[in-house]
């Protein structure tokens, strides 16, 4: 009974409610919506890369953490960009590593740049029931739990996603559909029976506006929208304060994980610019834990297409 109990727990976290957590918006998603919508890819004119680290929950043993590299470049002056996106997620015993390439192209409209994207790669998830081994939840007897015998199990799967996305030198728009070919995941094999799910469609909207006080000072109200059928819709609402282009504080609100979440940046050259972000949560998930954090770290590599004011929407 108790390891069928556990079993049934890690089916639901494993199923599409496991799935929509792992895929929660970082705390700085304006500085990574690459990870979104392909079609931000070549958003700079020059090489972007961003290097991030995000750990949920802390002092909650297990809590979900995301690490997440990823650079896009146009290619030279066509209208064509590519990227490169590579995330792995854990959250106790399960991990996700995603690798995708992405391609947008970019069709120049009055100020703005229209940009349509695709994005295909693979997805690996992996269960390690080592874990459940090492605190004594599973019953050894039970093929259910490592039926291989290996401590762990890995599936890969084909995975693509679409986007468009408008931006001008103050405001951009954009949406995006990522997992649409639904991949399945084959979870434990119980009496005959295989258990799986599918990881379900994401779907984004995302808009920002900079607003220009004087040559020094602006502000960017920002909204970030994620629709999964499995889970209530999130919305992510924030206000960000800017002192020239080089620093900026502010802060978001997260409707889905119920917290506010703390932002500062700085350019501390020309070429690298770090963010840090602090959540504190509201509601049930704040008694067990002590917030979450998330270290970001970009590098700009300029050509002669470079201009300080392409990074304005970030």
Same mark, same amino acid.
């Given at each position: 009974m108790k390891t069928r109990f556990i079993i049934l727990i890690i089916i639901a976290a494993f199923g599409t409610k496991g799935f929509a957590q792992l895929g929660t918006p970082l705390s700085q998603f304006s500085g990574n919506q690459v990870l979104y919508n392909p079609a931000y890819a070549g958003a700079y004119? %020059?090489?972007? %890369?961003?290097?991030s680290l995000r750990q949920q929950w802390t002092q909650f043993p297990g809590g979900p953490r995301i690490i997440n590299f990823n650079a896009h470049s146009p290619i030279g002056r066509s209208r064509q960009a590519v990227g490169l996106v590579y995330t792995r997620q854990e959250w106790g015993p399960l991990v996700g590593n995603f690798v995708y390439g992405n391609y947008a192209h970019r069709i120049y409209i009055g100020q703005g740049v229209l940009k349509f994207g695709l994005q295909a790669g693979i997805l690996n998830r992996g269960t390690n029931w080592n874990l459940f081994h090492e605190y004594g939840v599973d019953d050894p007897t039970d093929y259910a739990f490592d039926p291989d015998g290996t401590g !762990?199990?890995? +599936? @890969?799967?084909?995975?693509?996603?679409?986007?468009?996305? #408008? /931006? @001008?030198?103050?405001?951009?728009?954009?949406?995006? +559909?990522?997992?649409?070919?639904? *991949? !399945?995941?084959?979870? =434990? $094999?119980?009496?005959? @029976?295989?258990?799986?799910?599918?990881? *379900? @469609?994401?779907?984004?909207? %995302?808009?920002?506006? !900079?607003?220009?006080?004087?040559?020094?000072?602006?502000?960017? *109200?920002?909204?970030?929208? $994620? #629709? =999964?059928p499995t889970v209530p819709v999130s919305v992510n609402a924030g206000l960000h304060m800017y002192f020239t282009n080089n620093y900026s504080f502010g802060a978001n609100f997260m409707t889905g994980q119920k917290?506010?979440?703390?932002?500062?940046?700085? /350019? =501390?050259?020309?070429?690298?610019?770090v963010g840090f972000s602090y959540d504190v949560y509201f509601g049930p998930v704040q008694s067990f834990q002590r917030g979450s954090y998330e270290i970001m770290v970009n590098y700009y590599l300029r050509d002669i297409l470079w201009d300080r004011r392409t990074r304005r929407n970030e």
């Amino acid at each position: 009974m108790k390891t069928r109990f556990i079993i049934l727990i890690i089916i639901a976290a494993f199923g599409t409610k496991g799935f929509a957590q792992l895929g929660t918006p970082l705390s700085q998603f304006s500085g990574n919506q690459v990870l979104y919508n392909p079609a931000y890819a070549g958003a700079y004119e %020059m090489l972007a %890369m961003n290097l991030s680290l995000r750990q949920q929950w802390t002092q909650f043993p297990g809590g979900p953490r995301i690490i997440n590299f990823n650079a896009h470049s146009p290619i030279g002056r066509s209208r064509q960009a590519v990227g490169l996106v590579y995330t792995r997620q854990e959250w106790g015993p399960l991990v996700g590593n995603f690798v995708y390439g992405n391609y947008a192209h970019r069709i120049y409209i009055g100020q703005g740049v229209l940009k349509f994207g695709l994005q295909a790669g693979i997805l690996n998830r992996g269960t390690n029931w080592n874990l459940f081994h090492e605190y004594g939840v599973d019953d050894p007897t039970d093929y259910a739990f490592d039926p291989d015998g290996t401590g !762990r199990s890995v +599936a @890969t799967n084909f995975d693509a996603g679409v986007g468009v996305f #408008y /931006m @001008t030198a103050n405001y951009y728009v954009g949406a995006s +559909a990522k997992h649409i070919t639904r *991949p !399945r995941f084959d979870h =434990v $094999r119980i009496n005959d @029976t295989n258990w799986y799910s599918h990881m *379900p @469609t994401d779907w984004y909207f %995302m808009a920002g506006y !900079r607003h220009h006080f004087n040559d020094v000072w602006s502000i960017r *109200p920002e909204v970030f929208v $994620r #629709y =999964v059928p499995t889970v209530p819709v999130s919305v992510n609402a924030g206000l960000h304060m800017y002192f020239t282009n080089n620093y900026s504080f502010g802060a978001n609100f997260m409707t889905g994980q119920k917290s506010v979440s703390f932002v500062v940046k700085a /350019m =501390v050259t020309d070429n690298f610019r770090v963010g840090f972000s602090y959540d504190v949560y509201f509601g049930p998930v704040q008694s067990f834990q002590r917030g979450s954090y998330e270290i970001m770290v970009n590098y700009y590599l300029r050509d002669i297409l470079w201009d300080r004011r392409t990074r304005r929407n970030e």
